[in-house]
């Protein structure tokens, strides 16, 4: 698929009126996704874990207009809010070649989110993943009749598809969102039909051991991040490890497939948390540099590798851009790494708090 084959080409505007509805999960990455160019494009694959109970909730209510601007409103739990307003029109604008029905409705995009707003989980692939796949179903309802040869099979591979390349125009990571339980996105040797335009679900073997497999968010600091991912991205130009970097992200992704089909968990915690850390280190020699991790951060870290030197255990930490840690294991290990959590690491988390989650299906529409 080319950019070119997602541009909606005939459509009808004699709908006046309604509404769609979809849950949109957030994802972990395994292998991280940092830095990109042009327009949204990564400039190394990434695979993530999609989440099951971190979602957003999205309605879409649309309504025929005359003129031919862009217009919406943004409700937050229930409120109108003004402040997300800005991220949506740049999307609606990186978007309507795509979906030039957008200029012919008003939409009042309802949302919110399962997990507290000031957690500091980011909500913008959770987010941006709703928004899309309402955008597809309203298409799906605009196209009707016009796309009747085409068998639903082939129709459900291209929503999920577009969807995940809309997502992708409002935040990266957003793209990995659609689908579960494993989704890889950015174009890489050992995974056939990767594409830097849209995440795919990852059809490779994956071993028992990573059924149900578990993360559990610990709340470090739930304040807004000094330095955005936005920013995060643009200081990998001219990094004096890029290069390195991106094709380690390469060399990780073809290690985690085999660890994937062969369930060996060592690994696995050393290729996540060589990933989580290197993230971290990209972050800390770009000029300018930053440094997104607290000094409970470490504490945590610390406590991981103690517990795992003296227990037999195989939770493992991953960090995304911020100063939290999502601590991944088997289900296998859920009431004693929960007893850990309370005892030795809850005490590092802002007022105590945590979130408990686990791999997931992918978003789910709620009313079409
Ligand atoms: C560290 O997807 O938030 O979480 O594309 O600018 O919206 P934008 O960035 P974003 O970056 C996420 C980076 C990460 C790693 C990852 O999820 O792969």
Known sequence: MTAQDFILKSYHTTIETGSVKWASPSNIALVKYWGKKGNQIPENPSISFTLSDCKTITEITYTKKEDTNFSF????????????KPKIQTFFERIETYMPFLRNYHFKIDTSNTFPHSSGIASSASGMSAIALCLMSIEKELTKDTNSNESEES????????????ARLGSGSACRSIEGELVVWGETESVSDSSDLYGVKFEGEVHDNFKNYQDTILLVDKGEKQ???????KLMFGHPFAKERFSQAHENLA????????GNLDAFVKIVESEALT????????????????????EIINKIWAYREKTNSKVCFTLDAGANVHLLYPESEKVVILKFIQTELASFCENGHYICDQIGKGAELIME
């Open 255 to 262: 290690k985690l497939k085999a660890i994937l089909a062969s």
């Open 73 to 84: 409103d943004v409700y937050f739990e229930g409120e109108k809010n003004e402040a997300f």
């Open 155 to 166: 129709h459900n591979a291209y929503f999920n598809q577009k969807a995940s390349f809309l």
């Open 279 to 298: 993230l971290h280190a990209m972050m800390m020699t770009s000029m300018p540099y930053f440094i997104l991790m607290k000094p409970n951060t470490l």
């Open 227 to 233: 330095v955005s991912s936005t920013v995060g991205h």
